[in-house]
């Protein structure tokens, strides 16, 4: 199992708690766990990722063990300690302005 971090507004929409906890094959990558919260957490569909192209929308980044993950090609798999559930993904809403 994938422990994704959802930030609160999607924590909010998916009704889950901090941490949401998905099924994904092997090799474990960014395009696999967001295919899998999006299948068990529909109403996120689109939230993430653009619907039509399937890319991270603007102001969402992901990290992992201390990295942004964010403008890695999306089938670049996950770091170990994500993939063995010692470490989450995470998904956090980026901020702008000034």
């Known amino acids: 199992m994938i422990r994704v971090v959802l930030p609160v507004h999607l924590r909010t929409l998916a009704q889950s708690g901090?941490?949401?906890?998905?099924?994904?094959a092997e090799p474990v990558t960014q395009r696999g766990v967001l295919d899998a919260v999006e299948r068990d957490y529909p109403m996120l569909v689109g939230t993430i990722r653009d619907r039509?192209?399937?890319?991270?929308?603007?102001?969402?980044?992901f990290f992992a063990c201390e990295e942004d993950l964010s403008n890695d090609p999306p089938d670049t798999p996950l770091p170990e300690r994500v993939v063995r559930g010692e470490e989450p993904f995470m998904v956090v809403g980026a901020m702008a302005g000034g």
Do not use: I
């Open 52 to 61: 039509e192209t399937g890319r991270r929308r603007p102001l969402v980044r």
């Open 18 to 24: 901090k941490e949401v906890r998905v099924e994904v």
